[in-house]
């Protein structure tokens, strides 16, 4: 079955085992639930708040890695990558070479078309107050955030082409104000006021690549199964929700055919 990638977002970086404990940013059995179906699955963990193109870079690297370590080197791959982590991936396609290899790319709640709320954190954290330069004093990489600005992901969208060798899917989601975390309160009503329906970090619109499967009601950081919202009603745990993405885009779409199926035959089950 074809290997599937778990690739986090912005400050994800949990992706750690030790004997039969193991922490991973997709959690609630979300890894489980899909090797369940029979696919080899990697969890990746880059730098939390680097830029697109070093997180990019650590993806492959890792990628290549893990799959020359479970003897599948050669495989065509697909790839779930959670907010920021589906423009690394996008990156990474057009790029840096994997355009062969990435037989699908999924991104859920990922901001294509930049995030109100970077602006926000560059305008106010950054220029207003100097975060960014103390960052940089104390060597702290923070350049995501430069990264998922409106204007920032403009350029990124003019300058890496979709590859015409991959399938791209979307998941958006969306909340009301008094169903996100505390925390989420002022990122939803920036993003709000400018984009709309948003999850508390990303909004709906922005979301929205490729082709669109459905819009998630969950929040930000529901969506990795990471629940800070008691609620009674709704999705608990949202492992089904990767597998009907399964479902949705269905195998036979990512698995290659004529020459490149030859070319790619270990993918098949």
């Known amino acids: 079955m074809l290997p599937v990638v778990l690739h986090h977002g912005f400050f994800g970086f949990l992706n750690f085992k030790f004997g039969h404990l193991k922490l991973s940013t997709f959690s609630g059995g979300i890894e489980e639930a899909i090797a369940g179906r029979g696919h ?3 969890v990746t963990k880059v730098h939390p708040t680097a830029g697109i193109a070093s997180r990019a870079q650590q993806l492959k690297d ?10 599948r080197p050669e495989d065509g791959i697909l790839i779930i990558a959670h907010s920021m982590g589906g423009l690394d991936a996008r990156y990474m396609i057009s790029r840096l070479g994997m ?27 950054g220029q207003r107050l100097g975060g960014f330069g103390m960052a940089k004093s104390l060597r702290l990489d923070v350049q995501a955030i430069n990264d998922l600005t409106i204007e920032s992901c403009r350029r990124f969208n003019e300058t890496i082409p979709d590859s ?4 791209y899917y979307s998941i958006s989601a969306a909340r009301p104000w008094n169903k996100v975390p505390p925390f989420a309160l002022l990122p939803w009503r920036v993003i ?8 508390g970090l990303v909004s709906v619109k922005s979301a929205i690549w490729g082709k669109h499967l459905e819009t998630w009601p969950v929040d930000h950081w529901h969506q990795i199964n990471r629940r800070f919202v008691i609620e009674r009603n709704g999705i608990g745990n949202v492992a089904p929700l990767y ?7 269905g195998e036979s779409e990512v698995t290659p055919t004529g020459r490149e199926a030859s070319q790619f035959s270990r993918i098949l089950p």
């Not at 890792?62 to 003897?71: A, D, H, P, S, T």
């Not at 062969?100 to 954290?125: E, F, N």
């Not at 709000?192 to 999850?199: L, M, R, S």
């Not at 597998?243 to 885009?249: H, K, V």
């Open 62 to 71: 890792q990628i290549l890695l893990e799959l020359e370590r479970v003897g």
């Open 192 to 199: 709000q006021k400018a984009e709309g329906d948003n999850d």
């Open 243 to 249: 597998l009907r993405i399964l479902d949705q885009i």
């Open 40 to 42: 080899p699955v990697i």
């Open 164 to 167: 015409p060798a991959v399938r």
């Open 99 to 125: 355009a062969g290899r990435v037989r699908a790319l999924v991104t859920i709640s990922t901001p294509h078309h930049g995030d109100s709320y970077a602006d926000w954190c560059q305008c106010h954290l």
